[in-house]
Structures are given as structure tokens and as C-alpha cells.
């Protein structure tokens, strides 16, 4: 049976503060920010549910993977949560303005949407549930917001989304912006970050 859970303790206040950690993940690609204002609507984890919460309404299109949950009515359970506190509903992959998908699923980037030449704007933020970022493979980002490189993992990745990393299929400014999320942490990485691997763990 589906059951309502609570949303932001401060709705608003909340999302607010929320927004002001994903700016500065999104502007310092690479930076390790800390979501704390709500545990997440399982199988979505805490920082993922709150970007969700953060960012989206009912005139935003979100997709869950179903990789993210075991089963159908553990999925169902976080739309009927998201639907309620922010009135999002589902949306079909190519139509998504945020995906939520887990790190190791084979993943077909070339469905998601990466904007157009006169509006490069209308791209997907695909968000990223991870196993955390002490495993993995080993990368060196660069770019803007980065001071000189930085070096990190970020957890168990699959072959897929590994060589559209490195690899991106869409030349700038088209693109796609990832966020990595686990538990209530969130590393952003923008379509102007390079990423170099160094090593795979």
C-alpha cells in the first residue's frame, strides 16, 4: 500500500538552501556538496530526492530508471511521493528534463535530450545514484570552475556512461550535465568539464 511521506521540513527555506549547494556543485565541477534536508524517497537516495524536490515541478519532466529499485512498487512509491510534494509525473527518457538512473546500468545517452544549436539550454541533467566516491575508476577532471585539475572517483560506473565521460557524443554547447549522487552527497560534473581517466579500481 502507498503511503505519503514528509516532504521539507521548511518547504521553501529548504529548497532554497538545496538550490545553493547544487549551484555550487554545478559551478565547481568536481566539489563534494552535502544535501541534508531530507532522507529521499527510497529507491531514491537523500541527495538525488532532493535535487528532485529542489528543482522540479509539474512543468518538468522526470524519468526514474527502473534499475534504480527491485521491484515496480518500490518505483511507484517515490512517484507517488514526488507527484505529491512537487507534482512531477513521469516522462519518457527523450522527453526527460531530469533523469535519475542508477551508475551501473548500460545506458543509451544518445536517447537523452542535449539541447539544440539555437537553444542549447533545452539539454538533460541526468542524476546519477552511485556507490560512493572512494571506489570506481579514477578520473581527472578539468575545466572551467576548476582550479588547475582535480582528481576523484566517482563509484562504480558502467561501460557506458564511462565512455560518454570521456568521450562525449554532443560537441559543445550541446551536451548533458551529470549529477552523482550518494546517500546525501552530490558531486556535479557540467558539459564544459574534460575528464581524463587515470585508473581503473
Known sequence: MQHIESGFIDGIHNAQQCFRYILKALSEPGTVVTLNKHPGFSPLNAAASQ???SLCDQQTGVYLSSALAESRDGLEQAWHNLAFHNGVSSTPMEEADYLVVSGIEDLNLQRVKAGTDASPELSASVLVQTTGFDKGPRFRLSGPGIKHSVELQLGELSDSLVNYLLKPSHRYPLGIDFMFCHQQSLVA???????????CM
Open 51 to 53: 535535487i528532485i524536490m
Open 189 to 199: 560534473i557540467s558539459r564544459t568539464t574534460k575528464l581524463e581517466l587515470i585508473s
